[in-house]
């Protein structure tokens, strides 16, 4: 039995050897992925938070709360200011066709008198309210309210920018205008009470700090090393389902199958001599990642892959995983009939996986009807596990159900190929 098992693996290892080449991209494309898609993603996060953003902005207010939101938007580390192009004055006309040719991300109009239209809602705001708790001479009659209609700041934006970047500029921009108007409002009351009677602190009361798991007294901050490593590892196991169901095709077209099956020696010896081959290749995949991770990414100024302490459970999380793509893989081989079969719909099933499994998009950020349909991909349970592994620092007992998942797939897809070439070979 083990020597039947060791002779069919060594006979899928010389079949691998036959095609050296496509061994080689086997290997060679996913570092060359990983490295261009992790550089790509760090690059993307630099630029937002290093290397500040060119914006527009058009002052139509020339006042105080435009001076203000300038200024404000110069301190920040996301955006430099551009007030001119060509040495002359943005119009709104300038800056909309500016952006919508993609030059600038971002305009900002300030409408006219913004600054002074927003005192005067608030002097009559607060003279209402000072009157109506008696503070002010009741014998004097108040002046008629001056109508002051709504102002509106119109943000024009890059039709290519993603809605995410909308989001965080919007909410920034609110932020700050709702800093301007109350601390207008303190101001005013000052001045309504006298300067000796109120003193009020226009300081946030309110804020917001982040709490940073700890390991061993040091925070654990994610990167994009450590959601693209286990991502695109996870995408580079998967594609063995191509070889795999290549090679399981040629076997049955040139007969070797055939041949494999006179000898004494049954169908599932054949199966656990291909599970063992490849899922050798997919650790060495694996453990290549890791190490191009870990000793090359900080040559290239990416962050280095902390595999401290987790090393030993990945490996098992990749395993499976390995597992679960071997299973496919071997049902593929055995419904398909060609090579020109296996092929695409192998290569086309791996990335709607990967897509629905959430190595391209996070799953909390697809709809409704996506997330649950991400909970049958098996990419999604061992991305998961991945996850859980090396960000949530979890146990091996809390990553057991998502590897037993990742077995259970890989003997359903071997049952159901052993079934299916049985129930073929006796019609």
Not at 14 to 28: A, E, V
Not at 217 to 223: F, G, Q, T, Y
Not at 397 to 409: Q, T, V, Y
Request: include cysteine; proline fraction near 4%.
């Amino acid at each position: 039995m083990v020597h039947k098992i060791g002779m069919s693996v060594v006979k899928e290892f010389l079949l691998l050897k036959r095609d050296l080449g496509g061994l080689i991209i086997l290997f060679i494309m996913p570092l060359v992925l990983v490295i261009t898609v992790t550089l790509i993603q760090d690059s993307t996060f630099k630029t937002i938070s290093d290397n500040k953003i060119q914006i527009l902005l058009v002052d139509n207010d020339k006042g105080a709360v435009s001076k203000t939101v300038f200024d404000n938007l110069e301190k920040s580390n996301l955006f430099t200011v551009v007030t001119q192009i060509d040495n002359q004055p943005i119009t709104e006309e300038v800056a909309k066709e500016a952006v919508y040719k993609g030059k600038f991300q971002l305009a900002i109009v300030i409408p006219a008198k913004l600054s002074v239209d927003l005192q005067s809602k608030i002097d009559q705001n607060v003279e209402n309210i000072v009157s109506s708790i008696g503070l002010t001479n009741s014998a004097a009659p108040l002046p008629l309210p001056k109508l002051v209609k709504q102002k509106e700041v119109k943000l024009y934006f890059d039709p290519a920018v993603q809605m995410s970047f909308k989001n965080a500029v919007m909410s920034s921009i609110d932020k700050m205008i709702s800093q301007i108007e109350t601390q207008s409002i303190y101001t005013t009351f000052q001045n309504q009470l006298g300067e000796g009677n109120a003193k009020f602190e226009q300081k946030s009361f309110i804020t917001f700090k982040e709490i940073i798991p700890k390991i061993n007294n040091k925070e654990i901050r994610p990167n994009s090393v450590q959601h693209n490593v286990p991502a695109w590892t996870l995408f580079a196991i998967f594609f063995i389902v191509i070889p795999l169901s290549i090679n399981i095709v040629k076997e049955k077209s040139q007969g070797t199958f055939v041949r494999l099956l006179t000898n004494p020696v049954s169908n599932l010896i054949v199966i656990i001599g291909k599970t063992i081959t490849y899922s050798v290749i997919c650790m060495i995949q694996f453990y290549m990642m890791v190490a191009v991770a870990i000793f090359l990414f900080p040559h290239i100024g990416l962050p280095s892959l902390n595999v401290e302490g987790h090393l030993f459970l990945m490996s098992i999380v990749a395993l499976f995983s390995g597992f679960a793509a071997i299973g496919f893989g071997i049902l593929l081989g055995t419904v398909a009939s060609t090579q020109e079969q296996s092929a695409p719909f192998g290569a086309t099933s791996v990335i709607i996986l990967a897509a629905i499994g959430g190595v391209w998009v996070p799953v909390f950020a697809m709809p409704k009807i996506m997330q649950i349909i991400a909970k049958s991909s098996p990419m999604n349970w061992a991305l998961e596990a991945f996850y859980d592994v090396l960000l949530r620092n979890v146990s091996f007992f809390e990553i057991i159900p998502k590897i037993s998942l990742l077995f259970l797939f890989f003997i359903l897809t071997t049952s159901i190929a052993l079934f299916y070439d049985k129930k073929k070979r006796t019609v």
